[in-house]
């Protein structure tokens, strides 16, 4: 059945959405055992045994002679700034601890606006410790004249050995006329739609605009049914990041009744753990559809395939 010539649809559909890929951060020695000792309000720098540079944040090697740095040692809390710059959401400086050798990047108080290279700051402590960086709240501007410290060398502290972080992307994906109209026709009809090549004549699902056989433009828009036929399939035992479906579950390839390619979805419908003895390529399945409430335009809207037996075929 033709549902009429391709004509897209008037308001391109945007799919919204985030991705989300949390992980955990080995921070290895100097890193962690610098977390751990902001947590307890102390600013930890290394030594290196050969040359003697001090470097805060404390570094596993010497970023001058490149020997192992082994040694860690305390770190006066004021310093002095060497570098600043503004930004929409910090006033970022690289400050030089009283005693230490290298900078430190770090943000300045919010009303440091006059902070300029050579004036002095001391810390400024986080309320309550989060075992990151913000443990360290800020450098402030500091014109009480508060006397250079040296660094004091420290024996074996606890190490901070993991961090979890979660990196977010937002971001937006326009599905462009054919999707846009699958996807809609999904949401309002439950109904599929594929197009129609006009040199071989095959339906291809989802809908595009070239023949991706024959390199020519499709000509219709094609309503393909919900039923179809198991291409292929998969067993899930893994679990994953993002994943919808909690393991196991089966992934399978469909052909459509009506269609001349494979639909990625889901079987279900019966105990998976017998989908190997079950499932057979060629055996005919159904979508089970969502209720309309839950239906948004996706693929999803279709809850899964279920596998549909000789009695229902009428064999
Ligand atoms: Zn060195
Ligand atoms: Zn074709």
Same mark, same amino acid.
Not at 147 to 161: C, L, P, R
Not at 210 to 230: K, M
């Given at each position: 059945m033709t549902d009429g010539l391709l004509t897209g649809i008037d308001q391109p559909q945007v799919l919204?959405?985030?991705?989300? +890929?949390?992980?955990? +951060?080995t921070t290895g020695r100097a890193a962690g055992t610098?977390?751990?000792?902001?947590?307890?309000?102390? @600013? +930890? #720098?290394?030594r290196c045994d050969k040359c003697a540079r001090v470097m805060t944040p404390p570094q596993d090697y010497c970023s001058r002679c490149g020997s192992a740095s082994e040694t860690f040692v305390h770190m006066p809390e004021r310093g002095t700034v060497t570098a600043v710059t503004r930004t929409d959401r910090a006033i970022l400086a690289l400050v030089q601890l009283d005693g230490s050798d290298s900078g430190f990047l770090h943000r300045l108080a919010p009303d440091s606006h006059h902070a300029a290279v050579g004036a002095r700051v001391r810390a400024v402590w986080a309320d309550t410790p989060s075992q990151s960086m913000l443990d360290l709240d800020c450098f402030a501007l500091d014109d009480t004249g508060g006397?250079?410290?040296?660094? @004091?060398? !420290? #024996?074996? !502290?606890? /190490? /901070?050995?993991e961090l979890a972080y979660s990196l977010t992307l937002h971001y937006k994906h326009a599905y462009g006329p054919h999707y846009g109209r699958l996807f809609d026709e999904l949401a309002t009809h439950r109904r599929i739609l594929g197009s129609l090549c006009p040199s071989c004549r095959n339906v291809l699902v989802p809908p595009r605009e070239?023949?991706?056989?024959?390199? !020519?433009?499709?000509?219709?828009? /094609?309503? !393909?049914?919900?039923? #179809? @036929? +198991?291409q292929a399939f998969s067993v899930i035992h893994m679990e994953f990041v993002g994943q919808t479906r909690k393991p196991p579950y089966v992934y399978a390839?469909?052909?459509l009744d009506g269609s001349a390619t494979r639909l990625i979805h889901t079987i279900a419908g019966f105990d998976v753990t017998t989908a190997a003895e079950r499932l057979q @390529? #060629?055996?005919? /399945?159904r979508a089970v559809w969502k209720d309309r409430a839950d239906c948004h335009g996706t693929l999803d809207d279709i809850d899964y395939f279920e596998i549909v037996t000789g009695s229902e075929r009428g064999d």
């Open positions: 919204e959405t985030t991705l989300s +890929l949390p992980y955990t +951060l610098f977390l751990a000792e902001l947590g307890n309000k102390r @600013i +930890l #720098g290394s006397h250079a410290g040296s660094a @004091i060398e !420290v #024996g074996e !502290v606890a /190490v /901070v050995a070239f023949c991706d056989a024959c390199f !020519v433009r499709t000509a219709q828009y /094609v309503d !393909v049914a919900d039923t #179809g @036929i +198991l390839e469909i052909v @390529i #060629g055996m005919p /399945v």
